[in-house]
């Protein structure tokens, strides 16, 4: 299903809400994920000539449709949960593995769970906001492409260690009507995750450092 529809049949769902109060915020938007990535050369359990140095990855930013729960907890303090539909980031490769281009993809489901701030007072047209709180990264259908295995001399299967780490935002909520509200926000997170790549006995590991960086624009209403 394409995200163009995703997001009809969640606005449709959003408008059917007639009842509304302050406790409750469901919001959906699109997010941009911008992925900052940083890696260690590839080691290797095989000939150093099978893995020439320098060889690295880089993983690509993406985009996709965003949703999340807030619960206010009293005019200043919420909870607020994110999650989206997994986007596929690509892979590719750094330093000897630049010419193979992409080289795997991967999905990630990233649940993050913040406590807000809101700043000024309940029920005021422009309302920033500031958030911590923790990520969960859970990497998989990592698939690595033809030329990956022509790289790695053969089929290759990889896999990415989940991630748990701190994350926090800052946003601003502009309220439209009683029930409306249009919302922007930046999200960072700390997603650090061990790499292995496999092809027959050879191992090739790395750890990724993705620093990602995530800004959403969507709207909210109360229920």
Not at 9 to 16: D, F, K, P
Not at 64 to 73: A, F, P, Q
Not at 169 to 182: E, R, Y
């Amino acid at each position: 299903m394409k995200i163009q529809q995703i997001a009809a049949g969640v606005a449709l769902a959003l408008v059917s809400m007639a009842a509304f109060s302050a406790d409750n915020v469901l919001q959906v938007g699109v997010s941009y994920i911008g992925v900052h990535s940083k890696s260690a050369d590839f080691t290797s359990n095989g000939p150093a000539f099978l893995t020439p140095q320098p060889a690295g990855i880089n993983v690509a930013d993406a985009t996709t449709l965003s949703i999340g729960y807030t619960r206010h907890l009293d005019q200043n303090w919420d909870i607020n949960v994110l999650l989206g539909i997994p986007p596929q980031h690509s892979i590719k490769g750094r330093g000897t593995l630049a010419p193979f281009g992409e080289i795997s993809t991967v999905k990630q489901a990233g649940p993050t769970v913040l406590v807000n701030y809101n700043f000024g007072k309940e029920g005021a047209t422009w309302r920033p906001y500031v958030g911590v709180g923790v990520n969960f990264t859970h990497f998989y259908a990592i698939t690595s492409t033809a030329s990956g295995n022509l790289a790695s001399g053969g089929p290759t299967s990889t896999t990415l260690k989940n991630s748990l780490g701190a994350a926090a935002q800052a946003g601003l909520n502009l309220k439209v009507t009683d029930q409306w509200s249009l919302n922007a926000s930046v999200a960072l997170a700390r997603v650090k995750t061990d790499m292995v790549a496999s092809t027959g006995s050879i191992d090739r590991k790395t750890q990724i450092d993705l620093r990602p960086v995530v800004f959403t624009v969507g709207v909210s209403t109360g229920f």
